[in-house]
């Protein structure tokens, strides 16, 4: 099992910036790819970014790339996502998710463990 944490969410004016954090406790965080994905009201789940096992490989949705950097501290087991010149469609509950594989998914059946999420609100 790992259990995953998201913190280091909350208000934000447009143009802003927030820097979530996900902490893994459980197994080995460095044999698991990361991801971020999130959720707005009234929407399905949205993949955001994913990272490699070692780091060295990112990917990110079009909607988010240029703004956001997902990175991971495999000594301090946390992944990290970087969110700059925030939007309000980026309002949602933000979640980090652990796949097995080397290189992690764009789509959520192919994650294996979640953190339960932090909302993000972008408004005025």
């Known amino acids: 099992q790992v259990q995953l944490v998201e913190s280091g969410g909350g208000l934000v004016q447009p143009g802003g910036s927030l820097r979530l954090s996900c902490a893994a406790s459980?197994?080995?965080?460095?044999?698991?790819?990361m991801g971020w994905f999130r959720q707005g009201s009234g929407k399905g789940r949205e993949f955001v970014a994913t990272?490699?096992?070692?780091?060295?490989?990112?990917y990110y949705a079009d909607s988010v790339k240029g703004r956001f950097t997902i990175s991971r501290d495999n000594a301090k087991n946390t992944v990290y996502l970087q969110m700059n010149s925030l939007k309000p469609e980026d309002t949602a509950v933000y979640y980090c998710?652990?796949?097995?594989?080397?290189?992690?998914?764009?789509?959520?059946?192919?994650?294996?463990?979640w953190g339960q999420g932090t909302q993000v609100t972008v408004s005025s």
């Open positions: 990272i490699s096992r070692s780091g060295g490989s990112t």
């Open positions: 998710a652990a796949d097995s594989g080397a290189y992690g998914s764009t789509w959520d059946t192919g994650y294996d463990y």
């Open positions: 459980g197994r080995t965080f460095s044999n698991y790819a």
